[in-house]
């Protein structure tokens, strides 16, 4: 179990997020908001790349502070799209990562093959990756979050710039991966996530403003509608 607990951050004056309190298990937990309601700012925290200003994150019951690096081996974080190697591979860029990751020499090549196949680029990973489009480039990072199987799955709007069909296979991955880990997606497209989340988590501001399993908010928000019902309704129009 993940514990999030009376998470707060500010950023000078301005308050990214108001006591965040959260619990999650094996499943995926779709993280639903409109840009910049702290969405990033909670997932970069949870990874180790912010710190907080109050509050703290128990793995297991314990501090993921003292877990130190024993706890950060367990997480695999898919970062909205940022600064690629342009001039590495994609099988160089995977093999790096994996490295990083301490995948063993033995294990790296079978590695490389399972995750770039999961996200449909095992014959694009010869190709520089300057060269490869921004969908191409979203899944690559998902790729290699997925890569040694991490137990904490991280994901910061992880369709963002994919075709349909990729969205769906992207879909179908997380849900079939999901029986065994913790998988947190963040995102404000609420077809990602509405059929494969045990629980929807809405943020707006820096706060939790509701969260239930999605027939539950359906249920509660729209009923005969759909949770993009829902999302309209409590974001002011997506806002």
Same mark, same amino acid.
């Given at each position: 179990m993940l514990e999030i607990k009376n998470i707060y951050k500010t950023y000078g004056e301005k308050v990214a997020l108001n006591h965040i309190s959260i619990e999650l298990e094996d499943g995926v937990y779709g993280l639903l908001g409109p840009n910049g309601a702290g969405k990033s700012t909670l997932m970069n925290i949870i990874t180790d790349n912010l710190?907080?200003? /109050?509050? !703290?994150?128990?793995?297991?019951g314990n501090n993921v502070a003292k877990l130190g690096k024993e706890f950060l081996k367990k997480i695999g974080f898919a970062p909205q799209?940022?600064?690629?190697?342009?001039?590495f591979t994609g099988r160089r860029f995977l093999s790096y990562m994996g490295t990083l990751k301490g995948?063993?020499?033995?294990?790296?090549?079978? /590695?490389? !093959?399972?995750?770039?196949?999961?996200?449909?680029?095992?014959?694009?990973?010869?190709?520089?990756?300057?060269?490869?489009?921004?969908?191409?480039?979203?899944?690559i990072l998902i790729a290699q979050a997925i890569m040694g199987s991490p137990k904490i799955l991280i994901m910061d709007e992880p369709t963002a710039g994919l075709d349909p069909k990729e969205r769906v296979r992207i879909r179908e991955l997380l849900a079939e991966i999901s029986s065994d880990k913790i998988i947190l997606v963040a995102t404000h497209v609420v077809s990602d996530i509405?059929?494969?989340s045990k629980e929807i988590i809405m943020i707006k501001k820096g706060n939790i403003i509701e969260k239930g399993t999605p027939k539950d908010l359906i249920k509660r928000y729209a009923e005969n509608g759909d949770l993009e019902d829902v999302y309209m309704k409590m974001f002011d129009g997506g806002q």
């Open positions: 710190s907080m200003d /109050e509050g !703290e994150i128990l793995y297991n799209q940022q600064g690629l190697y342009d001039e995948i063993s020499k033995d294990s790296l090549k079978s /590695e490389i !093959e399972r995750v770039s196949k999961a996200v449909n680029l095992f014959n694009e990973l010869d190709k520089k990756m300057g060269a490869y489009s921004g969908g191409m480039k979203q899944r509405q059929s494969i």
